[in-house]
């Protein structure tokens, strides 16, 4: 179990931490939740049986304990503290417009509320409908209307920063 | 731009970082052998505790027999009351077999009023084990004392009372600020599945 949780957490541990971004403020805290999801992962693996894709498992329990997290405290006033540079490797599009669009979508996914944001933070990792759904335990057509609706909001809050 | 190539830039955007901080996953695996200590030492506190007061009840040369046989009924009471407490505040707890968020919540809730339980046993029980602790102590020393020639009354043992006292309300107070931030966040869980429960209409934003 122990090679297994390592494997699992070398494989989704830069989602994880992308994840925590949506859900916490400051650097310290991401690692707080960042722990503690990876501890629930720890816990849970005796009980997988491999009903759901692994990815599915992962990001149930990594969400289950992200929305946990923040409802323990008191919805923050700043929310752009705590956001991580994107990796320095070179590429087509110069490193500081990478980070600066990267640095106002984490913001902007973080001003969203927890139902919303939710959502778009699976479909940003990538996940499609029907896995949403498997996560959220909510049907398809409300993975979708919920998706528009995080999407008017962050477009909303880009035409104000702009 | 078209709805779905906008979900695709974002999608690049938000995953242009990879990078998870280095000391982490080394402190997360740490942490996981730090757990399987905690839930053994549960145990053996559990069994150190209860078997050395019956070890002293039998072998320890000072004290009456009388006093020791109090302390370890005590103290075995005291641990089954606290272990009932605490599989009472944890049964259930991890039942849900899929954790949707959707359940999820419903599960955390019941934590959540479990926790409450727990905070509310564990201030009586604290309390009545101090108690039980306070007043064992002070019968065993005035009986030493007495043996030995030394009268003593209460009130010699005011100090004693009063450092007693106030650890007590000092934990109680701790235990009422606890259970206030149990109880705000059980409503921010319930708030939350409301609106999960039910989709979204109305206004966009907040």
Known sequence: MKDRFHELLAANGPALWRLTASYARTHSDREDLFQEIALAIWKALPGFRELSSERTFIFRIAHNRAITHSLRRRPAASPSEGLDPPDPSPGPESGLLRAERHIRLQAAVRQLPLEFRHVITLALEGLTYSEIAVVAGISESNVGVRLNRARQMLRRIFEVKQ | ?206
Not at chain 2, 49 to 75: C, E, K, N, Q
């Open chain 2, 1 to 206: 731009m078209k709805l779905d190539e906008e979900l695709m830039v974002w999608r690049q955007e938000w995953q242009s970082s990879a990078m998870v901080p280095p000391d982490l996953i080394r402190k997360v695996e740490r942490q996981t052998a730090y757990m399987r200590v905690l839930r053994m030492a549960e145990i053996a506190v559990t069994m150190t505790i209860g078997s050395a007061v019956l070890v002293g009840a039998f072998v320890h040369p000072m004290l009456g027999r009388d006093y020791w046989a109090v302390l370890a009924a005590g103290t075995w009471l005291l641990i089954a009351i606290a272990w009932a407490i605490s599989l009472r505040s944890t049964r259930e707890a991890w039942s849900v077999a899929s954790h949707t968020t959707a359940s999820y919540m419903a599960l955390h809730l019941r934590r959540l009023r479990q926790q409450v339980f727990r905070i509310d046993c564990g201030s009586a029980f604290g309390t009545l084990a101090s108690a039980f602790v306070l007043v064992l102590t002070y019968k065993v020393l005035t009986d030493v004392l007495r043996r030995r020639g030394v009268a003593i009354d209460v009130w010699d043992f005011a100090p004693f009372w009063i450092v007693g006292g106030v650890v007590n309300v000092l934990v109680l107070l701790g235990q009422f600020g606890k259970r206030r931030r149990v109880r705000a966040e059980l409503e921010r869980v319930s708030e939350f599945q409301r609106r999960l429960d039910n989709p979204p209409n109305g206004d966009v934003g907040r």
